[in-house]
């Protein structure tokens, strides 16, 4: 397709989109790897329409990359989508994380209409003033044991590898996604206490800048809560749970869990469509 024909089938796309946002933030997407849910943002994307899109950190997967080079056409076609949104006149925000930090030494440029910025504020439709952060900073194993942290990064692959067959028979029957590794994170206590841990690190950090809230990534873990004050975002990923967190034009913030909207189109499909495999009587 060409570059004409693209944006003319993007801008369709935000005509008609089933979404119209003020703002989208997203993360931990992780292209480059096979745990990428690619399909499913491209839908997202396609039924989502926004002013200002945030990509808070390791869209790439540069850590995987180097180890082995793994791009297929879905992969591709995020990029290329994004880069339509950008030149269809939607802001472009990237944050880059523990995964793709080579993009740090590249702060305040701008490639392709896409701005590489180090911790923007962006201020909600009502006032509100939220630190952009991927949040690896806050990671006291990718700050002092980063081969602690290589290490759990191939154990997590491993055990998306295992959820992959497994969710394929869950579809069959019907059910719903449902992500291993997220059951094991939230069963380990260490890993529960990490995660609070984090959380309110983050939240004293954001208040300390003087901020009324903080939008973070990096622990795969979808969340909206007050911490002392502080209005506590983080947009989860795209590759077990498949979230962004969302503002729309009052300024109110929603996770969307857009692997059951996905999971429920594709259901609904299926029962939709006539089995061609039995003949009629």
């Known amino acids: 397709m060409s570059n004409k024909a693209s944006d003319k089938a993007s801008h369709s796309d935000e005509e008609h989109a089933e979404f119209k946002l003020r703002t989208i933030f997203i993360s931990d997407i992780h292209l480059g790897t096979r745990g990428c849910q690619a399909e499913v943002l491209l839908d997202f994307l396609k039924r989502c329409h926004a002013d200002t899109y945030y990509l808070v950190g390791d869209i790439f997967d540069g850590w995987r990359l180097k180890k082995s080079w793994y791009w297929p056409q879905s992969h591709n076609d995020v990029v290329q989508k994004l880069l339509r949104k950008a030149r269809k006149g939607s802001r472009i925000v990237y944050v880059p994380g523990n995964h793709d930090e080579f993009l740090r030494h590249y702060f305040d440029l701008t490639f392709g209409d896409v701005e590489v910025r180090n911790n923007p504020i962006h201020e909600t439709a009502d006032g509100k003033r939220l630190l952009v952060i991927h949040g690896d900073q806050y990671d006291n194993v990718m700050l002092y044991s980063r081969w602690l942290a290589f290490l759990g990064d191939s154990a997590?692959?491993?055990?998306?590898?295992?959820?992959?067959?497994?969710?394929?028979?869950?579809?069959?029957?019907?059910?719903?996604?449902?992500?291993?590794?997220?059951?094991?994170?939230?069963?380990?206590?260490?890993?529960?206490?990490?995660?609070?841990?984090?959380?309110?690190?983050?939240?004293?950090?954001?208040?300390?800048?003087?901020?009324?809230?903080?939008?973070?990534?990096?622990?795969?873990?979808?969340?909206?809560?007050?911490?002392?004050?502080?209005?506590?975002?983080?947009?989860?990923?795209w590759v077990e749970s498949c979230t962004a967190l969302v503002e729309h034009m009052d300024g109110k913030l929603e996770i969307m869990n857009w692997l059951e909207h996905y999971n429920r189109r594709l259901i609904a499909d299926r029962v939709a469509q006539p089995d061609f495999a039995q003949s009629p009587i």
């Not at 295992?162 to 260490?190: A, C, D, E, T």
């Not at 622990?219 to 502080?230: N, Q």
């Open 156 to 237: 997590y692959e491993t055990l998306l590898l295992m959820n992959r067959p497994l969710n394929r028979v869950r579809r069959f029957f019907g059910l719903s996604h449902w992500s291993l590794s997220q059951y094991v994170k939230l069963k380990v206590k260490n890993a529960v206490n990490f995660i609070s841990c984090f959380e309110k690190v983050v939240a004293a950090d954001a208040k300390h800048k003087q901020v009324d809230g903080v939008v973070c990534g990096h622990i795969h873990h979808a969340e909206i809560r007050d911490i002392e004050g502080i209005t506590y975002c983080n947009d989860g990923d």
